[in-house]
């Protein structure tokens, strides 16, 4: 499977190579870490991911191009998905999977539309690791480890080429506000049309480029401006999911057909350059039979020295 993930990772690369020959270079970086622990403190369900994108382009002017492929982001992601309780499976609860995601993305300008379009492959089972990375990490903070009759029900092996296609446009409320409408839809892993809204205050995204979390829906930075102080943000959306590699037709229970997303965060950035963010998502019933929904964190801390 590592032969095959490299494989994919170089093919993926070939275009963004060819593009930094001409005048293209490494213009951004972003990442979130994203887990339940710093939510509701709780060890189920949409557990822990990691998401994180590379940023190729022309010297960023303060707004996206209105060329397709002039801007080429890398994205990467990992994720673990886990039953409410680990110590013993649940025929009721949805199974343990893993996911490793590797993903060509684009942004640019359609008109006053941001347009957001690429495709990941998501390698999904055991033959990401991250089983036993997870049950490594558990063993060294003394906590629960997933127990065999957990793993033996996991999600199983495959690849799931992935596309994915989001749609928005920022309005002014005032000099310091301002709302983004978005419409998002992904064929793949998981496919799904989502409608939604991320509502700013300050100064964050302003000038900037940004890319959206696959769990949380929160937005993270890729390209950033120079500014200092504090910012807020608001989002909430609304999904119709048609189908979900993470919940097997044969068994277990079964997807269900919304979700629903709301969150909050605050961005910090300090004049040396120094930024942090920290942000909360309540996430709804995911399946037939759950009971409530929960509350996951996310978190990016970044120094410059």
């Not at 622990?37 to 403190?41: A, C, E, K, V, Y």
């Not at 200092?228 to 269900?256: I, K, M, N």
């Not at 930024?275 to 929960?294: I, K, N």
């Not at 996951?296 to 020295?305: D, E, H, K, Q």
């Given at each position: 499977?590592?032969?095959?993930l ?13 593009a ?8 951004g970086y972003?990442?979130?870490?994203t887990?339940d ?5 709780k ?7 990691v ?82 990375f ?31 296609l ?5 309005f ?50 890729t ?42 965060g605050?961005?910090w950035?300090g004049?040396?350059?120094a ?20 509350v ?10």
């Open positions: 499977m590592f032969r095959f490299t494989a994919a990772l170089v093919s993926l690369l070939i275009p963004i190579a060819s930094q020959a001409g005048d293209r270079s490494l213009i972003g990442r979130l870490i887990n622990f710093i939510g509701d403190g060890d189920r369900w949409r557990t822990g991911s998401a994180s994108s590379r940023v190729w382009g022309p010297e960023w002017a303060g707004e996206l191009p209105t060329g397709v492929g002039e801007i080429l982001e890398l994205r990467l992601g990992a994720e673990i998905i886990a039953p409410e309780s680990l110590d013993a499976f649940n025929r009721n609860d949805r199974r343990y999977g893993t996911s490793l995601s590797i993903g060509a993305h684009t942004q640019y300008l359609a008109g006053q539309t941001e347009v957001s379009a690429g495709v990941d492959l998501v390698f999904v089972g055991p033959q990401t690791g991250l089983s036993q997870q049950g490594a990490l558990h063993n060294a903070l003394s906590v629960p480890e997933p127990v065999d009759s957990v793993l033996n029900n996991q999600i199983g092996n495959s690849i799931n080429p992935t596309a994915a989001e749609l928005g446009r920022s002014d409320l005032s000099e310091r506000s301002h709302v983004r409408p978005f419409l998002e839809a992904r064929a793949g892993a998981e496919t799904y049309v989502r409608a939604g809204f991320d509502l700013t205050f300050g100064s964050l995204g302003r000038g900037e480029l940004m890319s959206r979390d696959l769990v949380s829906g929160q937005r993270y930075r390209v950033a401006n120079d500014w200092s102080g504090l910012s807020a943000v608001l989002g909430a959306d609304f999904a119709y999911v048609g189908s979900s590699v993470y919940f097997p037709e044969t068994r277990g229970p079964s997807v269900s057909k919304t979700r629903e997303r709301v969150r909050l605050i961005h950035q004049e040396n350059e930024a942090l963010f920290y942000g909360m998502t309540w996430l709804g019933e995911e399946f037939e039979g759950q009971d409530g929904g929960q996951i964190g996310s978190a990016r801390l970044n120094f410059r020295f």
